[in-house]
């Protein structure tokens, strides 16, 4: 079984400053990590994703993220954010399993609100 | 990028009807498709998972005579919200994947509104 944490539910920011959403996740086996933001009344748009390699994956829009094992970790920065970045962020997570499909559990989301 | 079409986007409809959302994958080949609920200020719920050509999977505490999923092809996905009553009033959204280690690509969602 996994599991999501994703520890603040709303972040309010200041337009043009960095942001950093947190995302903490447990699993017995190995996994893939992604962030999706949902804008209202939409489905999930995929930001970034984690499968292997290096540690530290850029996504849309100018976003980044790092895996971090030992910590079990994955929080998502921006450097400077803009308004049209305020939406819910979605961390997920999924085991790696081999051919098929695979069932990704999310996080309860982060609202994030930049004001102007 | 991968697309998917989830239609419609808002449908309202009296008690006791039934009501079909369209998933398409339109520019890959999805092998398997979810579908999830969402409530209001919450999370993704996943409802049930469906592999073309196969039977749908579906979670624990999901009834699966109520949601009726077929997969008939790579390309398309529908649920049925069979009889539906108020309680089912929620966002609806599908996703498809093309495989192993791919990302769910995912539809703008339905909102399903039952009076």
């Given at each position: 079984a996994q599991s999501v944490t994703q520890l603040d539910s709303q972040v309010p920011v200041f337009e043009e400053a960095p942001v950093e959403l947190r995302c903490n996740y447990s699993s017995s086996v190995s996994v893939y990590l992604f962030w999706y933001v949902q804008y209202p009344n939409q489905g999930l748009q995929l930001l970034l994703k984690y499968?292997?390699?290096?540690?530290l994956v850029k996504g849309i829009n100018g976003f980044e993220a790092e895996f971090n094992k030992s910590q079990t970790s994955f929080h998502l920065r921006k450097p400077s954010v803009h308004i049209s970045d305020t939406a819910e962020y979605f961390c997920a997570v999924s085991d790696r399993r081999s051919g098929g499909y695979q069932k990704v559990t999310f996080g309860t989301g982060t609202k994030l609100q930049v004001i102007p | 990028g991968a697309v998917v079409s989830q239609h419609p986007s808002w449908v309202i409809c009296k008690s006791g009807t039934s009501v079909k959302i369209e998933c398409r994958s339109?520019?890959?080949?999805?092998t398997t498709m979810f579908w999830y609920r969402q409530f209001p200020k919450q999370s993704l719920m996943l409802m049930a998972t469906s592999n073309e050509g196969s039977k749908a999977t579906y979670e624990q505490g999901v009834e699966k005579d109520k949601f009726l999923i077929n997969h008939?092809?790579?390309?398309l996905s529908t649920l049925t919200v069979t009889s539906?009553?108020?309680?089912?009033s929620s966002f609806y959204i599908c996703s498809g994947a093309g495989g192993s280690g791919q990302p769910q690509h995912f539809g703008d969602g339905t909102r399903l509104s039952i009076l």
């Amino acid at each position: 079984a996994q599991s999501v944490t994703q520890l603040d539910s709303q972040v309010p920011v200041f337009e043009e400053a960095p942001v950093e959403l947190r995302c903490n996740y447990s699993s017995s086996v190995s996994v893939y990590l992604f962030w999706y933001v949902q804008y209202p009344n939409q489905g999930l748009q995929l930001l970034l994703k984690y499968l292997s390699g290096s540690t530290l994956v850029k996504g849309i829009n100018g976003f980044e993220a790092e895996f971090n094992k030992s910590q079990t970790s994955f929080h998502l920065r921006k450097p400077s954010v803009h308004i049209s970045d305020t939406a819910e962020y979605f961390c997920a997570v999924s085991d790696r399993r081999s051919g098929g499909y695979q069932k990704v559990t999310f996080g309860t989301g982060t609202k994030l609100q930049v004001i102007p | 990028g991968a697309v998917v079409s989830q239609h419609p986007s808002w449908v309202i409809c009296k008690s006791g009807t039934s009501v079909k959302i369209e998933c398409r994958s339109l520019d890959f080949q999805a092998t398997t498709m979810f579908w999830y609920r969402q409530f209001p200020k919450q999370s993704l719920m996943l409802m049930a998972t469906s592999n073309e050509g196969s039977k749908a999977t579906y979670e624990q505490g999901v009834e699966k005579d109520k949601f009726l999923i077929n997969h008939a092809s790579l390309t398309l996905s529908t649920l049925t919200v069979t009889s539906a009553h108020p309680e089912d009033s929620s966002f609806y959204i599908c996703s498809g994947a093309g495989g192993s280690g791919q990302p769910q690509h995912f539809g703008d969602g339905t909102r399903l509104s039952i009076l």
